[in-house]
């Protein structure tokens, strides 16, 4: 009886989650870039909210645009650590929590090798970080303390919010922990 109501609950979450990715899907492609305000500088970003989006970030561009980037929301916040895997382009890493950068990880390297010996960058509690072009913090001045302003709507932090409920769920349920 018990295995019958946990996959129940598995169902609805994956029925949930399935409902938000369409509705997710409509919504970012028909907005799926935003803006952030660093100081006088403003950045045009893409929205990774979804832990696949997360997952393949910039991963495989050959380029970054001037003054673009991408925006990974974390809701709640909670410690981050990124890499450079299969990444082409050098980038700074903008690290923010409480619409404050905490930490400016500057010029990460692209890493082809084995995942296991890929560099992790950041290690702290976030609830966005931003990838921009390497260079760009330096170049506009910017650094950790500096206040951040986003254009973002609520949803992709109730998505990310929602994956997060699964995932923790279904780790509580069946046992077993995901890892980035």
């Known amino acids: 009886m ?41 950045i045009t970003v893409e929205v990774a909210a979804t832990q696949s989006l997360q997952w393949l970030g910039l991963s495989q561009r050959a380029k970054l645009p001037a003054n673009s980037g991408m925006v990974f929301v974390f809701c709640p916040p909670r410690s981050m650590r990124f890499w450079m895997l299969n990444t082409q382009v050098p980038l700074d890493m903008l690290f923010i929590c409480d619409h404050e950068i905490k930490k400016v990880c500057a010029d990460a390297q692209p890493f082809a090798g084995r995942p296991a010996d890929a560099p992790r960058y950041g290690d702290i509690r976030v609830s966005e970080v931003i990838e921009v072009n390497a260079g760009f913090a330096k170049q506009h001045n910017i650094k950790e303390g500096d206040k951040v302003r986003f254009a973002l709507s609520y949803e992709p932090y109730l998505l990310n919010f929602v994956e997060s409920l699964g995932i923790r769920l279904a780790q509580h349920l069946f046992g077993g922990s995901s890892s980035r």
Do not use: Y
């Open 2 to 42: 018990i295995r019958i109501i946990k996959f129940a609950l598995v169902f609805l979450l994956a029925a949930a989650a399935g409902i938000l990715a369409v509705v997710w899907h409509a919504f970012s492609h028909a907005n799926n870039s935003s803006t952030v305000q660093i100081g006088a500088t403003e």
